[in-house]
């Protein structure tokens, strides 16, 4: 069985909101320090990846109906 990119896309768009939240709560005094750079990077890597899959499943959903 096979997984959906769909699915895969929810799998990280949620990873990538999780991400956000840790960078969110590890700020201190400033946003500029190493830990919360890292995760906002991370968080930023899931959501384009999750974009990308929900284009690649338009684009699956599109060649089928041809």
């Not at 959906?4 to 005094?29: C, H, K, M, Q, W």
Request: charged share 15%; aromatic share 14%.
């Amino acid at each position: 069985m096979r997984t959906s990119p769909l699915f895969t896309a929810s799998l990280y768009f949620v990873i990538g909101i999780l991400f956000t939240y840790l960078a969110i709560n590890t700020v201190e005094d400033t946003v500029w320090n190493f830990t919360t750079i890292l995760l906002l990077l991370f968080a930023t890597t899931d959501f384009v990846i999750s974009i990308r899959l929900v284009m690649l499943h338009l684009a699956i959903k599109k060649a089928k109906k041809k």
